[in-house]
């Protein structure tokens, strides 16, 4: 019933425990979840995840926080890897401006290029944003992603910048940041997205929402941020879950 879209199952907060961890998703309602793979290893283990489990799928790509270490060589296997059948989108990818492991112009570059692969594979992208907000939008608006379209995971702007985003056809997903008390902004930002552009994730094992703020995150816990945005736009829980359900599969491609 419910779609995480954007999830790091493969992360080692959950070594050993997998099946436990899917088990408490579904007990949540939560029955189909994109596990996203940012560097080798990680990617590695999404796709594993995914042709073991019929209701995983696997976003693969290249991290902002990883762009210095991107080569030819590791393009060319990632190119091989998006066109396995289970890959739903190229990402996470984008800019981070937190962390700047790289320089901005390194990052930009990684992150335009993965475009340029998305666009040719004709895949949605799944975009990382931190303290980068005005560079990842004209990056976006330059590479004409309308054309391919994708996600602002886990979007923590304000109302008028998901309207610009909006306006380039993306899809914003909340995380668990929306149930935070403070995350007003956010919290506006969500009620103003179209129902059909909306989806929902954990980013776990981070963004615990309430009530396990501060705790590692899990896919199940996506169940609480529904319940928020259901709330904040005064519809149901079951319609919110349903939709948002369905935007994923319209976006990711999924019969």
């Not at 981070?96 to 790289?102: F, H, T």
């Not at 910048?161 to 956010?186: C, N, P, Q, Y």
């Amino acid at each position: 019933m419910i779609f995480d879209s954007h999830t790091h199952l493969n992360a080692k907060q959950f070594e050993g425990e997998i099946p436990e961890v899917i088990q408490r998703a579904k007990e949540q309602g939560v029955t189909e979840m994109a596990v996203v793979g940012f560097d080798t290893a990680t990617i590695d283990l999404s796709l594993a995840l995914s042709q073991t489990y019929d209701f995983i799928y696997s976003i693969i790509g290249w991290h902002p926080t990883e762009a210095g270490s991107y080569t030819p060589a590791i393009e060319k296997r990632l190119q091989e890897q998006l066109t396995l059948p289970k890959v739903v989108a190229l990402g996470e990818i984008g800019l981070d401006y937190y962390w700047m492991e790289d320089p901005k112009e390194v990052q930009e570059k990684v992150f335009r290029r993965q475009i340029a692969i998305a666009k040719e594979m004709n895949l949605p992208i799944s975009i990382h944003m931190r303290d980068a907000i005005e560079d990842t939008y004209r990056i976006l608006k330059d590479c004409k992603v309308h054309e391919i379209g994708g996600i602002m995971h886990s979007y923590s702007g304000d109302s008028e910048w998901a309207k610009r985003f909006l306006d380039l056809g993306m899809h914003l997903s909340f995380s668990g940041v929306v149930t935070f008390k403070k995350a007003i902004e956010i919290q506006e930002a969500a009620k103003i997205v179209p129902l059909d552009r909306l989806l929902v994730e954990t980013d776990a094992p981070y963004l615990a929402p309430v009530p396990y703020r501060g705790k590692r995150n899990e896919p199940g816990y996506t169940r609480y941020v529904v319940e928020k945005i259901a709330e904040l736009r005064e519809v149901s829980f079951e319609e919110l879950a349903q939709q948002t359900t369905k935007n994923a599969h319209q976006l990711f491609r999924i019969s």
